[in-house]
């Protein structure tokens, strides 16, 4: 089947995600979507699978003119999606999920056995080893995405849009959904494969699309320098080195020893982490996410909802069985990695975002009366400071740019006297102009003798500012290393690991790596 | 530092095994030892007779005589060791199997019978009475709480069942005697259930008004519509509005009359008969078809069904309609089959029982029927007891749903986790 | 963007204001509720009935029938509340009287609602909080300003008690408010139930479950000769005050809000969301007990199994018209008040049932409710720019949007930075779509 976007277009309200995008996917071909984060890409593949309808343009099937009102349609017309957030309902099996929409009955009455037929039957032909009858909840990340995969097998879809399929995944599972891909080309399916990661497009890819800022600005062979791909993506060519002077650490601030996290349901999120931060240096926490990062910021914090177990001392006093309150006012400042959800109240104004974790303090309160003037000037400040873009004061957090609200949380932690700062993807969905200035914030809270922990799974940050390295592991450190540790080797220590290991291991080479070369200090 | 040499391809957690809860075991325990106090070492040295047989009975069987405080001590004995192996089960992080905790109840609620009535003025009682009324009085319950199930499985959270009650209970008198036909009443009832939710599922799924507060104006609403129109229309005129000609009794030729069982459910009119088909209907459709699957993947997960075609808030406001529809014909019961007449709030507040028992029966239309049963029969028995004249206040009998349905919710009697996108609306992108 | 253009949004966005601002709403779905309710006493009036037999021939006659009827409740209503012919003002002192209860325990709503709870319970904390109050005022024998007081702090114990139940339960154990306030509802209804037929509440001589009046001593003094007007008015006036500076000024209001709009980052910020659900829980039921002493102390001043009236359940359409402010709660309490006040009259003088009030009040809610739907009822939706919106969300975005582009365009400098703020103030409607993207990392280079 051949897939034709001509002149898609999609607006929200005056603004363009999607302007006049044109796209041939032929058949077996791999087709890449390259874009950086917030481009138009998923817009773009919601467009083509019926959830939102163009503004303009035409999608031609085998050079037939289509419309699609909903998902049904485009399914009708072998156009099958797996989403970046599973569309599975997690208390149904497999087969139910796979049933879903597309059941087959007899009589009225709901017939599972063709469907798990089916599964077996894809299962085996690709190798996914997935069981019709287990529960969705209960399947690890990947299996889950292979269900999705299976569910648009089933509904015979000859066009499959994977949606940044890799960003939950580790390297090794990346790898085996690459294969998977390659397998799907060879039978004849169409792939669009929906990435921001320049290594993995250049490995699987046939033809590469690239968008930015919702527009076409370039196609590229897989053969194309990684330079020259990074350069069409970003816009400009982007350096996003930080400058910062040799750290000079001072004593140890931060102590963790043998911490242990159990979730409510039984889960051992970490499970036995030992790490220390001294004054005046960063360490980084690297890893895949979901490999307990998450779960040791939040226990430093206080705010674990299952058990703690170990020691976690601040300046020789226990942290573990505090307050968060206690813990913020120890001089513990956090950012959290959710900021919409964890850090700001989003219908509170900035001036109130502001001081969230402050307003019992002192200065800005009093018997436990607020006082609205010395909240007012702090905003003045720290709008200034910080370079925050708002309307005013009090206009609400939630409306201000992803950047902005970054600075907004950023600018509260570090408005106090802090011996330890956390900060947890510091530059998620920020725009480039904001990542350097928050970078340098950091920079410059650690060279006032701060201990600073940054928690992020993009590794070009975590190279960029770490004064050492601590990469995790499910639930582990598998090594501490210094800052300029190569990215092949922390990439094998994602995976699991030791130092040692993955040093060896790094001097053969995969065959993706010899197809994606070395990207330097790109995204 | 050690690491795992190999590269397993998951990022699963490793489980290192379930927390161990005790909330069941002291909850048990706590019974079991007021059973065995109250129950058993205060309880009255005389016997509680619990009649069996009923008119029209194939054969007459004899009635159940119990020794009070005998009765009590063997119960709260019993109660103990159930609540003993629940903590030994609980220990090894295993919980009590369901049916055990069922024995637990059966026992205990004998043992409150055995205590209540032989401590009563007359100690004599008819067990079958008491069972038929309460499948009686859980009629409307488990009408409404069907309605609730319908709601809250497709994601839409039903606060008006007890509109849809006095509604289907108002227009099945009103229309009941416009026409002169019961029957004819009984569907007007439905239609009028279906009308109420209707505007629910309208402000709920268009206009993504929170279900809450539809649910609970949406009460208010009919209640004030209801009793206005009473005021004004029936109440000037019954003969014209509001007399309407009662259901038939529609006895089952043979299974009527097995002791018991036939007394029970076998007597009824036609909205008991309705009421098995409704029940074992939700039940299995929800299960087993393809509008079941579809209902619970719009209550889980509804973005998941809408990239798979299934039309969400169109199937939502059927499934909400049809819920109606069902709480009407509960509410025909009010002014059909228990008096002929409306009167103003009749339902009087049993479309929020409907709504505990939704609760205590996990989202389950078989449980949540149970459930509904269940609070039927303390209402019986609050009626029943009060006529024995036991030492209960009756008060606290009829207490006792609304207090089981918190240690429900409360999670002290097992966890409850209802349909994961109940209460949200959904709004495409 | 030009500077005209600019011009061109900002007046859209004037009318849009005017179009979609809150009192107009609030104004126009007063009106049409009245309407309904107008039409709905037309309908069902006899002479109206009877005329329609002959409505094609002659069909002024219904249409006059039926704005007969309609007209003569409505004036009975307006002379119930407010001016009488006959009593001047002395309505308005029955409206307030009426609006007492309803405005504290309206308070007590929108406290939990702000709070992010959704308070079902205000009527059995009220009970509570009466059985408690009651037993105050008749058992007891203090002097005068003691007793009235004792009284009060006792109602209000007794709410807070049964309000910090559902704080506590929720705080807890997660269950939800919503059930628990329902079921505690109905336990506190069986609970007065019980008490009344207790010798320590029954009148002695009663068989009817009534308890003894409360002492005079423990009543609110009448503010205005000759009417009901008692001093618990002027409470529920310093009580709307306080719960201004609670909200607004206060750091406990502070937490209860953050908490209401976003547990998770209230946490993150070191505040005990628990306590919080508790106090407000708490708070919530202590307004309530207010209520019931503006009943036990005020008009009723005796328990009995009424005396909560229907005021628990209008709180919350109270709270909800006065959109959970202070003074909006305020001013729903004086209008649903008047309802009340007025509907007796009505009832008296046209033989309307009272429960038409009922059904107005309930439409009211439900068109505050839903906007769109009011405004697509006055063709509003055109003044306010919204082309055929589908649904409300999606109108607020298209709105939100538009203002933000506004708002950049404002603050962006003409430069490089500028523009990509621009941009991705513009980025805000995929806001989601960006979202999923951004979850995604680099994480596996090699």
């Known amino acids: 089947m051949k897939l034709e976007l001509d002149g898609i277009s999609k607006a929200f309200g005056d603004f363009y995600a999607n302007q006049d995008i044109s796209i041939t996917v032929e058949p077996g071909q791999i087709h890449s979507l390259l874009g950086e984060n917030g481009a138009g890409k998923s817009t773009l593949m919601n467009v083509l699978y019926g959830l939102y309808q163009p503004t303009a343009g035409r999608i031609l099937v085998d050079g037939k003119p289509v419309t699609f009102s909903g998902p049904g349609d485009a399914m009708a017309a072998g156009i099958g999606m797996v989403h970046q957030h599973f569309m599975l309902v997690p208390v149904f099996t497999v087969a139910e999920n796979v049933a879903l929409g597309a059941e087959n009955t007899k009589g009225g009455i709901l017939d599972l056995k063709e469907t798990r037929r089916k599964i077996r039957e894809i299962s085996d032909r690709y190798g996914f080893d997935v069981d019709p009858d287990a529960l969705v909840e209960d399947l690890p990340v990947g299996v889950q995405q292979r269900v999705e995969i299976i569910k648009a097998l089933v509904r015979q879809a000859k066009v499959l849009i994977l949606d940044e399929p890799t960003a939950v995944l580790t390297p090794q599972e990346t790898d085996e959904l690459l294969q998977i891909m390659r397998q799907l080309a060879g039978n004849g399916t169409s792939v669009v494969f929906i990435s921001h990661k320049l290594r993995e497009v250049k490995a699987v890819a046939d033809v590469i699309t690239v968008i930015r800022r919702g527009r076409v600005v370039g196609n590229a062979d897989p053969s194309a320098e990684p330079a020259e791909l990074a350069a069409l993506m970003v816009g400009r060519d982007v350096s996003l080195s930080v400058d910062k002077a040799e750290a000079t650490p001072g004593k140890t601030i931060l102590d963790i020893k043998n911490l242990a996290v159990t979730a409510p349901n039984g889960h051992r999120l970490v499970d036995g982490i030992d790490l220390s931060i001294a004054g005046g240096e960063i360490l980084a926490i690297a890893g895949v996410q979901g490999n307990g990062q998450t779960e040791l910021s939040e226990a430093i914090m206080g705010l674990t909802d299952g058990s703690v177990t170990g020691s976690i001392t601040l300046d020789g006093k226990e942290l573990l069985g505090r307050s968060t309150r206690d813990v913020l006012r120890s001089g513990v400042g956090f950012v959290p990695e959710d900021r919409n959800h964890d850090g700001l109240v989003g219908q509170f104004s900035v001036q109130e975002n502001l001081v969230l974790d402050l307003f019992r303090s002192d200065e800005y309160s009093r018997f436990g009366s607020l006082k609205p003037k010395a909240m007012a000037a702090n905003s003045k400040h720290r709008i200034d400071e910080f370079d925050i873009r708002t309307p005013s004061a009090t206009a609400a957090a939630g409306n201000l740019s992803g950047g902005n609200q970054q600075k907004v949380v950023m600018a509260r932690e570090l408005s106090r006297p802090l011996r330890l700062f956390v900060a947890s993807q510091p530059t998620r969905g920020v725009d480039v102009g904001s990542i350097e200035f928050l970078h340098k914030r950091i920079v410059a809270e650690r060279d006032q003798g701060t201990a600073v922990m940054i928690v992020s799974t993009e590794l070009d940050e975590v190279i960029q500012l770490a004064d050492r390295i601590a990469v995790l592991y499910q639930g582990r450190v598998v090594g501490v290393v210094p800052s300029n540790t190569s990215r092949d080797v922390l990439g094998l220590m994602m995976a699991g690991m030791t130092a040692e290991q993955a040093a060896a291991e790094n001097a053969t080479p995969s065959p993706a790596e010899q197809s994606a070369g070395e990207e330097g200090g790109l995204l | ?429 | 963007m030009s500077s005209q253009d600019q011009t061109v949004r900002r007046e859209a966005s004037l009318t849009q204001k005017i179009a979609g601002s809150g009192w107009l709403m609030s104004l126009l779905a007063i009106l049409v509720s009245l309407v309904v309710g107008g039409l709905l006493i037309a309908f069902t009036n006899e002479t109206f009935q009877e005329s329609l037999s002959y409505f094609f021939a002659a069909p002024q006659y219904a249409l006059s029938a039926g704005w007969h009827a309609a007209s003569a409740a409505y004036v009975a209503l307006f002379q119930g509340a407010v001016l009488s012919p006959d009593t001047g003002f002395a309505p308005l002192a029955e409206t307030m009287t009426n609006a007492t209860p309803l405005i504290m325990a309206g308070l007590g709503v929108a406290v939990a609602f702000r709070a992010g709870l959704f308070n079902i319970g205000a009527q059995g904390q009220l009970i509570v909080g009466a059985i408690f109050g009651a037993y105050a005022g008749f058992a007891w024998h203090l002097p005068a300003a003691l007793h009235l007081l004792v009284v009060v702090l006792l109602a209000v114990l007794g709410g807070a008690l049964w309000g910090g139940i559902v704080g506590w339960l929720k705080a807890l154990t997660g269950a939800h408010e919503v059930i628990l306030t329902i079921m505690l509802n109905y336990i506190a209804i069986k609970l007065l139930d019980w008490v009344l037929n207790t010798p320590a509440f029954l009148r002695p001589g009663e068989t009817n479950p009534i308890s003894p009046l409360v002492d005079k001593s423990a009543t609110y003094p009448i503010i205005v000769p000759g009417t009901r007007l008692h001093l618990g008015f002027i409470v529920a006036i310093l009580l709307v005050l306080a719960m201004w500076w609670l909200m607004n000024r206060s750091t406990l209001g502070f937490q209860l809000r953050a908490v209401g709009e976003n547990p998770a980052a209230a946490r993150t910020a070191g505040m005990s969301v628990k306590r919080a659900t508790f106090l407000a829980m708490a708070i919530a039921g202590g307004l309530a007990g207010f209520a019931a002493s503006a009943q036990i102390a005020g008009t009723e001043q005796v328990l009995a199994n009424g005396v909560a009236g229907s005021i628990g359940f209008d709180a919350i359409t109270v709270a909800l018209l006065g959109r959970s402010t202070p003074w909006g709660t305020f001013f729903a309490g004086l209008l649903f008040g008047a309802f009340r006040a007025g509907a007796t009259n009505m009832q008296i003088s046209t033989g309307t049932p009272i429960d038409i009030v009922l059904v107005v009040q309930s439409l009211i809610v439900l068109f505050i409710a839903a906007p769109p739907l009011v405004r697509s009822m006055f063709g509003l939706n055109r003044l306010a720019g919204i082309k055929k919106a589908p649904s409300a969300r999606k109108a607020a975005k298209l709105a939100a949007t538009s203002a933000k582009s506004v708002e950049d365009a404002k603050t962006a400098p003409a430069v490089g930075q500028g523009k990509h703020a621009a941009a991705s103030g513009g980025d805000a409607p995929t806001q989601d779509a960006a979202a999923d993207e951004n979850t995604s990392s680099e994480g596996g280079t090699k």
């Open chain 2, 1 to 429: 530092m050690s690491a795992p040499a190999t590269t397993t391809p998951s990022t699963l957690p490793s489980l290192v095994g379930r927390p161990v809860s005790f909330k069941t075991t002291i909850v048990l325990g706590l019974l079991a030892v007021l059973a065995f106090v109250f129950f058993g070492a205060l309880g009255s040295d005389n016997s509680a007779t619990l009649r069996l047989a009923t008119d029209g009975d194939l054969f007459a069987l004899p009635a159940l005589v119990l020794p009070g405080r005998i009765t009590g001590i063997v119960v709260g004995f019993l109660l103990l060791a159930i609540a003993g192996i629940s903590f030994a089960l609980a220990r090894r992080g295993e919980k009590l199997p369901a049916w055990a905790v069922v024995v637990f109840g059966v026992l205990f609620v004998l043992g409150f019978l055995a205590w209540a009535v032989s401590g009563g003025d007359t100690p004599s009682i008819s067990l079958t009475g008491l069972l038929k009324g309460a499948l009686t009085l859980g009629i409307p319950l488990i009408f409404g709480t069907l309605s609730g199930v319908l709601g809250e499985r497709s994601g839409v959270v039903n606060i008006a069942i007890e509109g849809q009650l006095l509604g289907g209970a108002f227009s099945a008198a009103l229309m009941g005697t416009i026409t002169g036909n019961a029957y004819l009443g009984l569907i007007s009832a439905a239609v009028a259930g279906a009308l109420v939710s209707m505007v629910l599922a309208v402000f709920a799924i268009k206009y993504l008004v929170n279900q809450i507060i539809v649910g609970v104006v949406l009460n208010v609403l009919v209640s004030g519509l209801t009793g206005f129109l009473f005021g004004q229309v029936m109440t000037a005129n019954p003969e014209a509005f509001n007399q309407p000609p009662r259901l038939d009794r529609l006895p089952i030729p043979f299974l009527s009359q097995i002791p018991i069982i036939g007394p029970i459910f076998f007597q009824q009119t036609i909205i008991g008969y309705l009421l098995y088909v409704a029940v074992i209907g939700v039940w299995y459709a929800l299960g087993h078809t393809r509008w079941g699957l579809r209902t619970r993947a719009v209550g889980e997960h509804p973005k998941a069904a809408d990239t798979l075609g299934v039309k969400v808030n169109s199937l939502r406001f059927w499934n909400v309609t049809l819920g109606g529809a069902i709480a009407g014909i509960g509410g025909a019961y009010f002014t059909l089959e228990a008096v002929e007449m409306f009167t103003k709030d009749m339902s009087g507040g049993r479309g929020f029982i409907a709504l505990a028992a939704l609760i205590l029966g996990r989202w389950n239309p078989i449980g949540a029927a149970l459930a509904a049963l269940l609070f039927g029969f303390a209402d019986n028995l609050a009626v029943v007891l009060s006529i024995v004249g036991t030492p209960v206040p009756s008060q606290f009998l009829e207490m006792l749903p609304y207090i089981v349905t918190i240690f429900a919710v409360a999670g002290l009697v097992g966890k409850s986790r209802g349909p994961a996108a109940s209460g949200e609306p959904y709004v495409k992108e």
